[in-house]
């Protein structure tokens, strides 16, 4: 069964103090990762999509990678402002629809 | 303007009364999906169309409807809401294509639904 785990639940950093979070996943045909950002009370806004393992992306202090099993999100030197639920998804070519993990909560302290 | 917006954004009702959530999109996709979101689950697929004459069905379908009024308009419909039916709803959109760059989806504001 098509799944995706994204570790951990919630993380606190300090501000400036960088942080990785994990997304794992078992899928049918992978066409595609997807990252996304949440704000409370507000829709998921699309950050990278990677399409094969050894592919990174980055944006500001953002920086994804992916391998046959796992993405990570590195944030460097992270802000407050980066405080938001991170979200996780693959795109299952067997099931030809997007599976999302359960996110993670980054909570930036200044 | 955004791209894509969701009528209303909040919403009260009791059980059993019928529901109807609206989403409307100006980016000119053809593809729509409508998901709930609950606390530690993550986002569930409950119908998607991929244009007007195409619906399907998705992961949690069961007591709930759709209707794709045109290319840019996709509706979500409880007909008899019940209290485990309380979350947020979002909206989504993408292109259409065999491609997998036509995958990413684009997301609404949310509709944040309680059934007492």
């Known amino acids: 069964e098509d799944q995706v785990t994204q570790s951990p639940e919630a993380l606190r950093p300090q501000e400036g103090e960088s942080s990785s979070l994990n997304c794992s996943y078992t899928v049918s045909g992978l066409r595609g990762l997807f990252w996304y950002r949440q704000d409370p009370g507000k829709g998921p806004e699309f950050l990278f999509t990677?399409?094969?393992a050894g592919e990174e992306k980055e944006k500001e202090r953002l920086k994804a990678t992916l391998t046959k099993k796992e993405s990570f999100l590195h944030i460097t030197a992270p802000k407050p402002e980066d405080s938001a639920t991170y979200l996780c998804?693959?795109?299952?070519?067997?099931?030809?629809?997007?599976?999302f993990g359960a996110g993670t909560r980054l909570a930036v302290h200044p | 303007d955004a791209d894509v917006t969701q009528t209303p954004r909040n919403r009260i009702t009791k059980t059993g009364k019928r529901i109807m959530l609206e989403c409307s999109q100006t980016k000119g996709h053809d593809r729509m999906y409508w998901y709930r979101q609950d606390p530690g689950l993550g986002l569930r697929l409950i119908y998607y169309s991929f244009d007007v004459k195409d619906i399907n069905k998705g992961e949690i379908s069961d007591g709930y409807s759709v209707s794709r009024q045109a290319q840019a308009k996709f509706s979500l419909s409880l007909e008899s809401a019940i209290p485990n039916q309380t979350a947020l709803y979002f909206c989504?959109?993408?292109?259409?294509?065999?491609?997998?760059?036509?995958?990413?989806?684009?997301f609404g504001p949310g509709t944040r639904l309680t059934v007492l």
């Open positions: 989504a959109t993408s292109e259409l294509g065999q491609g997998a760059s036509t995958d990413t989806q684009y």
């Open positions: 990677l399409y094969s």
């Open positions: 998804a693959v795109f299952s070519g067997g099931y030809n629809k997007l599976i």
